[in-house]
């Protein structure tokens, strides 16, 4: 069962051309979409779906094997990413758009965002809680900009404003990490101002300029829809599916990403962005999310359910083992949509991580391995790709598991699509 592959985790995508476009933690390496493309018997135009495509690893790796990389995303601003990352365009007109874009950053603008949230030292709530996102400088920084670019062609103008997101972000007073975002230390007295947001938009747009320079990807095909995979459509059926759902650990990505959402206008107010998060898996319970019914999940499930519900006194939230029972009930659902979705040879890939509450490990994996059965898959085989620290912050409870919990790892469970009943 345990192998090891090369570059599993988000690092290495980050040095990837076109992939480190934009940095996502939650990312996955290039090199598991490539080892599967490489073991499965694909041809040219064979079509590798993804329906959790997050920064869209799996789509940018197929369209590079010429492939029809198509995913679905229900994060506006990761759906973006995921879709920029493809895009081409002429690397000169890119930089003259630059070139008005640091112009229209000097001038500055007023930001829609100063007085909302936490998001400027204007914004009321920012001053309660003496504490806020973004420098008003730089808000008015990245309105110039985004205002300087709004008329370029709309490739240039969606590859401008990633940049423009990202050099943002470098400027912000808090950053990920974990599942929440955490002011820097220092993150008065480093006064992030115009100039650097100038700095940084130079940087990340001479790292964009470069892969557009080296490579053109015209003739790639990504397709990336909006919404959500528990009830989707797609046109074509897939030949392979190469995927990661959330892990099951609490992490709501509208939350950790939601400065990015506002800033590239994905949501407009706080209730858009609630409706996102009720969109999303539920592999968290910063919501009150429809309570789940089903409960057969194999035996693997069982024991671990059983053993959680026996300790609600030990979990920081009494809802965790609804959440869990939740989780699987989604999955489910998409593994036997994604069965529907799938040509008579397909395989799935999907990457995970086992889970801990009240020191009881979930195994994600085998519990995915059980019910390949019942949703129309055949299981291939569970790969550990690597051990994980003990806990992550997203695991944390009351029982100190960072020195008692299980050694958690991430796997790679491998489906054959089985032939469809009826
Ligand atoms: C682990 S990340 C995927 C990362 C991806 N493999 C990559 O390399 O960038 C899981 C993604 O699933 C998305 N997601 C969560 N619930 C979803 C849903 N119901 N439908 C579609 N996407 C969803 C999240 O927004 C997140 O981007």
Same mark, same amino acid.
């Given at each position: ?47 590798? &779906?993804?329906? &959790?495509?997050? =920064? ?37 007109? &890119?930089?003259?758009?630059? +070139? ?88 008065? =007295? ?138 699987? +009930? ?24 086992? =889970? ?24 291939? +085989? ?41």
């Amino acid at each position: 069962m345990e192998q090891s592959l090369p570059n599993v985790s988000a690092f290495e995508a980050a040095k990837l051309p076109r992939h480190r476009w934009y940095y996502f933690k939650e990312a996955f390496s290039p090199a598991i979409v490539e080892h599967m493309i490489r073991t499965s018997s694909l041809s040219v135009g064979s079509v590798v &779906f993804d329906p &959790f495509s997050g =920064s869209g690893t799996t789509l940018l790796t197929a369209a590079q094997s010429d492939m029809f990389g198509a995913g679905i995303e229900v994060n506006p601003f990761l759906r973006f990413v995921a879709e920029t990352k493809g895009l081409q365009a002429d690397e000169d007109d &890119f930089l003259k758009a630059i +070139e008005r874009a640091i112009e229209g950053a000097k001038s500055g603008l007023p930001s829609h965002l100063e007085e909302f949230s936490t998001f400027s030292e204007k914004a009321p709530l920012a001053q309660t809680r003496d504490r806020w996102l973004f420098n008003s400088n730089v808000l008015r920084a990245y309105s110039g900009a985004s205002k300087a670019t709004e008329n370029e062609p709309s490739s240039v103008q969606k590859l401008a404003k990633l940049c423009l997101i990202g050099a943002a972000m470098d400027c912000a007073n808090a950053s990920k990490d974990g599942k929440c975002l955490r002011y820097k230390k220092d993150w008065k =007295s480093r006064e992030y101002n115009k100039f650097d947001f100038i700095d940084s938009l130079e940087v990340r747009s001479g790292i964009v300029y470069d892969d557009l320079k080296a490579c053109n990807t015209s003739s790639y095909k990504i397709s990336v829809n909006l919404g959500d995979c528990r009830n989707f459509d797609i046109e074509k059926k897939f030949d392979l599916c190469v995927t990661s759902p959330p892990y099951l650990n609490s992490f709501d990505y509208t939350d950790v990403y939601r400065p990015e959402l506002f800033l590239g206008r994905f949501v407009s107010n706080m209730n858009e962005l609630a409706n996102l998060r009720f969109n999303t898996l539920r592999s968290h319970v910063q919501i009150k999310w429809k309570d789940p019914v089903e409960n057969e999940f194999g035996p693997k499930y069982k024991e671990a359910f059983e053993q959680i519900s026996s300790r609600i006194t030990d979990l920081w939230n009494t809802r965790l083992p609804l959440m869990i029972q939740a989780y699987f +009930e989604d999955l489910c659902l998409v593994l036997r949509t994604l069965r529907k979705k799938a040509k008579t040879n397909a395989s799935m890939c999907i990457v995970v991580s086992t =889970s801990a509450y009240a020191g009881v490990e979930i195994p994600v994996d085998l519990i995915i391995a059980d019910l390949a059965n019942q949703t129309g898959w055949a299981l291939r +085989e569970v790969t550990v790709l690597r051990h994980l620290k003990r806990v992550s912050c997203q695991q944390w409870h009351k029982l100190n598991e960072r020195k008692n919990g299980p050694l958690l790892r991430e796997s790679m469970v491998v489906l054959d699509a089985t032939p469809m009943r009826g």
